[in-house]
């Protein structure tokens, strides 16, 4: 079955820069995503990556796609304070309905 | 500027009760979305529609049920809410591009406590 699995807690000192980790299951998956949630609201796309890359960059993100291991990850450059938030990776696969399938999160936070 | 708004942000009710989530998106999209998040979780979902009267369930459909009459407007239902439907309510809506790369966009979350 599908399943996205992610680490629960990062800690990071700001200034620093922060890996987040995914590993997903569904060789299937078209494209992935990493959405943030910040405190008390919904979730808002970050930036996502087409299963035929490898790495995508996007101003102070970086994400990497090792399509052999299904590992996905995100790194933020120069971290901030205002980027602790939950972050979340998502996949959406081609078969079936489209549906997103979602990690479980890992809470960001940054230390000044 | 897109917008997908839940009708509460809090909601405290009884158990048995029966509850209704609402969720309006104003961008004209095909598909809309309910999950729950809980700690540790992540997003699981509950319910998908992908057209009007359109539904299918999700991953953890039990204890729920969903209505789409209209377009714009998806609702959660719970029949008999119980203490373990205490969660945070997502509510989601994208257009329906097939294989293509659509982004989600996301409600504020509505958070339910059931006494």
């Known amino acids: 079955g599908e399943d996205v699995e992610q680490s629960l807690f990062l800690s990071v000192r700001e200034g620093d820069s922060s890996v987040i980790n995914c590993t997903y299951t569904?060789?299937?998956?078209?494209?992935l995503y990493w959405y943030k949630q910040e405190p008390g609201a919904g979730l808002q796309l970050l930036t996502y990556?087409?299963?035929?890359?490898d790495m995508k960059q996007d101003q102070r993100l970086t994400v990497l796609l090792n399509k052999k291991d299904k590992h996905l990850s995100l790194r933020i450059a120069d971290t901030q304070t205002g980027d602790s938030a939950i972050y979340f990776c998502?996949?959406?696969?081609?078969?079936?309905?489209?549906?997103?399938?979602f990690g479980t999160g890992t809470r960001l936070k940054v230390l000044a | 500027d897109v917008k997908v708004t839940q009708s509460s942000r809090y909601l405290v009710k009884r158990t048995g009760e029966k509850v209704f989530l609402e969720c309006v998106q104003d961008?004209?999209?095909?598909?809309m979305f309910w999950y729950r998040q809980d700690p540790g979780l992540g997003l699981r979902l509950i319910y998908f529609?992908?057209?009007?009267?359109?539904?299918e369930k999700g991953d953890i459909p039990e204890g729920y049920s969903v209505s789409r009459e209209k377009k714009e407007r998806f609702s959660l239902i719970l029949e008999s809410a119980s203490t373990n439907q205490t969660s945070m309510y997502l509510c989601?809506?994208?257009?329906?591009?097939?294989?293509?790369?659509?982004?989600?966009?996301f409600g504020q979350g509505t958070r339910l406590t059931v006494v």
């Open positions: 990556i087409f299963s035929n890359m």
């Open positions: 529609s992908y057209d009007v009267k359109m539904k």
């Open positions: 989601a809506s994208r257009e329906n591009r097939g294989i293509g790369n659509t982004e989600a966009f």
């Open positions: 569904d060789s299937s998956s078209t494209y």
């Open positions: 998502a996949e959406s696969t081609s078969s079936g309905t489209y549906k997103y399938i």
């Open positions: 961008m004209d999209h095909e598909n």
